[in-house]
């Protein structure tokens, strides 16, 4: 056992028991490497990565390559999902220095913490055009060696090219018809009409691209707009990167015809392509949108929550695949004749529903299930059987394995999808496990002063601090509970978050957002970036959940930091879309007002219930609801608004305008129906 086994991290934990004298990120490491005078191998991965496991069973678990390590190195290991600020600042260097990045992520530091040698996966043996990394790790060796003074001015020029690339896109200047305009053109651009999505191979969900069509059709009217986000979502949904039988969706497509995944299932996108669907069936009423947002809901209640009723982190995409190996997707895929196997007479109609070909779409003959077919009429009694069946015998495989690490930003997301899809649908179970969700959050997570802490696991908290995008996601999740559920404590709770996110993590003169808070751990540079990846960054997160603190409560200092956060959406909006899709549906609200709707009315009226789903079924984009009593102390925008003629009634007020209250919800549909 290494320094790793006292660590909570499922990715450090997986390491425990390597040959390499693994340390985790401390100063202690460092410390070390500085009396032995050796350069620090930083090694950067999360459970579920395929090529992370690959890397450690071929150079990790060698005890020669063990052996090497141990002497001329001090090797540190980090869970990306844990230090999201190491791995952004270190990421940051290798695309500087490479033009691409991934992980596993490997970069050679001196004792100083300075990068000056870059990689991420690295074979045993040299392979397609690839050093073996042995041969990495003597190059590098000998370098420090004998050529130290070229090493540290290397390392010494990289540091200051990283603290020239600081940012400060936060403008007075909000984003407006143009930028927006100008960033539905650019999408239009790159839109893949044929297969949906945007771009080629390989495609991720565009979750936060499609939450701005949405909200653009919404306030526009545009066709084009709502088009583009119906027939991703539908091509997604029919494709391999949903799960057809257990819900959910992997993390990419391999393909642009979404057909084969990478098969790990992170939270993250799950939870927002759960709100997304959700937020297309309530634009459309599409029937597809509906299944998919409530069986994504499902899968996380069903396969990710935690016995402490947080939501586990990811699924990996690797599992035995019946012969002790540990295969890629093997828990997934069908050949036909495991269909035979467990279907009978009704295996042909299942390769023909779920598109299972006798070549396969995978690997080894297998196939991913899709549902390919859009034209014919299948007997639905017969369809429902067939995937009951393959259901259970799915569940009588290996399943891969968890990460159970509860990460702040990923349950705050799940909050606001699972509440938000529970009010929609009928499903007080959902939001119920968004409560639960956000109760964690707020005992485990936040200490007396209400700051956040990243990750934990088992009930146990880990030791590092919250960076933005778990105050801002997390205050968003607490935003949406409130508007679903009527409770002033959760719009206060993410008042507390907020105020921090104003102290702690934005510039005071410029507006601009850093990564970590301002008395944080210092690294080689204090990360900062604006553009939404797998999730939406903190800088985007951030600007949506001030502005729709600010539109509940009439704070103005958190509008102030929110159209000034949005400067930078003016600058990247029309130039990179599908990297500020976030950014630019927060763009959408500020635009619109964004709308402030106040429901009055006792709780068990059926005329008070019927006034808030309507308002929470408004399309308007990013409107904030707040339900509840006449006068009640709680929510601030229930103050001053009485009941009509004694009945339940609804205000709905926009830019520092009133409408009249109503007792109709037909008339408040129309008046949130963007």
């Known amino acids: 056992m290494n320094r790793l ?9 997986q390491h425990a028991d390597n040959p390499v004298d693994w340390w985790p990120w401390s100063a202690e490491a460092f410390d070390e490497a500085r009396k032995r005078n050796v350069p620090v191998l930083l090694s950067v991965g999360y459970s579920s990565c395929h090529w992370c496991h690959v890397m450690a069973h071929e150079s990790f678990e060698d005890e020669a390559t063990a052996t090497y390590l141990n002497e001329h190195f001090v090797s540190v290991k980090v869970d990306r999902e844990e230090r999201p600020d190491v791995d952004a600042v270190y990421m940051e260097a290798v695309q500087a220095a490479t033009g691409q990045g991934g992980w596993p ?40 060696t004998d050529r130290r ?6 390392a010494g020029k990289i540091v200051r090219d990283l603290a020239g690339r600081e940012m400060s896109f936060g403008d007075d200047r909000v984003p407006g018809e143009e930028e927006l305009a100008g960033a539905l053109l650019g999408l239009t651009r790159e839109y893949d009409a044929a297969r949906g999505g945007f771009g080629g191979a390989p495609k991720f969900p565009p979750s936060m691209v499609i939450e701005f069509l949405l909200r653009h059709h919404a306030r526009t009217g545009s066709d084009g707009a709502l088009q583009m986000a119906q027939d991703t979502c539908e091509r997604m949904a029919r494709g391999g990167i949903y799960d057809q039988l257990g819900g959910g969706f992997a993390r990419y497509s391999v393909d642009r015809d979404w057909i084969v995944p990478h098969f790990e299932k992170m939270l993250y996108d799950n939870a927002l392509l759960c709100r997304v669907y959700a937020h297309l069936w309530r634009a459309t009423g599409s029937e597809l949108a509906r299944r998919v947002a409530l069986e994504t809901a499902d899968f996380m209640v069903r396969e990710l929550r935690t016995n402490e009723g947080g939501f586990a982190s990811a699924l990996d995409a690797d599992s035995d695949d019946g012969t002790g190996r540990h295969v890629e997707g093997a828990y997934y895929v069908w050949t036909p004749e495991q269909l035979r196997e467990v279907l009978g007479d009704d295996a042909e109609l299942a390769t023909h529903y779920f598109g299972v070909t006798e070549e396969g779409t995978f690997e080894e003959g297998a196939s991913v299930l899709q549902l390919p077919q859009r034209e014919g009429v299948f007997d639905a009694a017969r369809i429902a059987s067939v995937h009951e069946r393959l259901l259970a015998a799915r569940a009588g495989r290996s399943a891969p394995g968890r990460d159970d690490k509860v990460v702040a930003a990923w349950n705050g997301l799940a909050v606001a999808a699972l509440a938000e899809t529970g009010a929609y649908f009928g499903r007080p179970d959902l939001v119920d496990a968004a409560i639960g969700a956000a109760d964690l959050l707020v005992r485990l997570h936040m200490d007396d002063r209400a700051r956040l802490a990243r990750t934990s696991k088992d009930g146990q ?3 590092n601090a919250g960076v933005l995008e778990d105050y801002a996601d997390v205050a968003e999740g607490f935003l949406a509970l409130a508007s679903v559920t009527g409770e002033g404590v959760w719009l206060e709770f993410a008042g507390f978050l907020l105020d921090h996110v104003i102290v702690q993590f934005i510039d005071s003169e410029s507006g601009a957002l850093y990564d970590t808070a301002a008395d944080a751990e210092r690294l080689i540079r204090r990360p900062q970036d604006p553009t939404d990846n797998a999730t939406p960054s903190g800088w985007s997160a951030a600007a949506g959940a001030l502005l729709s603190y600010a539109a509940q409560t009439g704070a103005e200092p958190h509008r102030t930091a929110a159209e000034r956060a949005l400067g930078v959406v003016k600058a990247l909006g029309p130039r990179a879309p599908r990297f500020i899709g976030w950014g630019l549906a927060v763009a959408e609200a500020l635009l619109d007002g964004p709308r402030e709707v106040a429901i009055v009315g006792p709780a068990d009226d059926p005329a008070t219930e019927a006034l808030h789903r309507t308002a929470l079924l408004g ?22 608004r009485p009941l009509v003629d004694g009945r339940p009634a609804a205000y709905v007020c926009r830019n520092f305008t009133c409408d009249a209250p109503t007792t109709d919800p037909d008339r408040l549909r129309t008046a949130l129906s963007g």
């Open 5 to 13: 086994a006292h660590e909570t991290s499922p990715y450090l934990l």
């Open 105 to 144: 992520m490997t970069v050679f530091l001196t004792p100083d913490a300075e990068p000056f040698y870059f990689g991420t996966y690295f074979p045993p043996a040299p392979r397609h055009g690839m050093p073996a990394f042995r041969q990495v790790l003597e190059g590098v060796h000998s370098a420090w």
């Open 461 to 463: 908290v880990g030791a």
């Open 619 to 640: 399309t308007a984009p990013g409107a904030v609801v707040a339900v509840g009593v006449p006068e009640s102390e709680e929510l601030p925008l229930l103050s001053g």
């Open 149 to 154: 003074d070229e090493v540290t001015e290397v």
